[in-house]
């Protein structure tokens, strides 16, 4: 149990393109998403959570004009990268939680390259 | 602000021993802890959560947790050459506006040689 999916796994797209990321919790409800990003050999930094039919809440110095989130239903969230550059590249992953105070289920991952 | 403290490392056991994996963290009224394994490239895998004092154990992995020191532990016995990766303690906010956030500490690298 317990399974978060993403997808694409991996994109490459050119500079100024959007390219939108989907994130499914496959066997449970997930009332809270989450969206981090980490730059190789680096922490994970929380971007941004998500809370089904809500607005995200954005941590400080995420423009969320350019990282674009939607939490539609409780399997699914998306995150779109709008107008990407080459220092949007990075490893995007999203994670899911029944409940605040439950452990988190992180997804596989998107390994995201602007050129 | 909430600080979650681990021996950064990196930690090198034999195969077979057992390694030991300490965190601190700073909020008293912190109630949901957790471990995770992150190998490199990947994303975080959940090892361990942890919501009681004392100890929890689940096949090679036992958590320990001691509110009172504010201390939380992963013990990994008999380790194995697939066990060398990166474990990140994390500790859940419980309260107001970051209800749910995860706070990691920055990981500490355990390799198990053959």
């Known amino acids: 149990g317990a399974v978060v999916s993403q997808h694409p796994s991996r994109v490459i797209c050119k500079s100024g393109t959007s390219v939108k990321i989907e994130c499914r919790s496959l066997d449970f409800q997930a009332t809270t998403m989450f969206w981090y990003r980490q730059f190789p050999k680096q922490s994970l930094m929380l971007m941004a959570t998500?809370?089904?039919?809500?607005?995200?809440?954005?941590e400080q110095g995420v423009e969320k004009d350019k990282f674009l989130i939607n939490h539609a239903s409780l399997t699914l969230s998306t995150l779109t990268v709008t107008s990407a550059h080459p220092e949007d590249s990075s490893f995007y992953i999203c994670?899911?939680?029944?409940?605040?105070?439950?452990?988190?289920?992180f997804g596989p991952g998107t390994r995201l390259t602007v050129l | 602000q909430k600080e979650v403290e681990q021996n950064s490392g990196p930690l090198s056991v034999p195969e077979g021993a057992i390694a030991s994996l300490n965190c601190t963290y700073s909020?008293?009224?912190?109630?949901?802890f957790f471990w995770y394994r992150q190998y490199s490239g990947k994303s975080p895998e959940l090892i361990m959560s942890i919501y009681s004092n004392g100890d929890k154990e689940d096949g090679r992995f036992t958590a320990q947790l001691n509110k009172a020191s504010q201390y939380v532990s992963l013990l990994i016995r008999d380790s194995q050459p697939s066990d060398s990766a990166t474990y990140l303690c994390?500790?859940?906010?419980?309260?107001?506006?970051?209800?749910?956030?995860?706070?990691f500490g920055r990981g500490t690298q355990l390799t198990v040689w053959p």
């Open positions: 994670s899911a939680s029944t409940s605040p105070y439950n452990e988190q289920f």
């Open positions: 998500s809370n089904e039919g809500s607005k995200a809440t954005y």
């Open positions: 994390a500790v859940i906010a419980d309260r107001g506006s970051t209800l749910g956030r995860l706070y």
């Open positions: 909020d008293r009224v912190s109630q949901s």
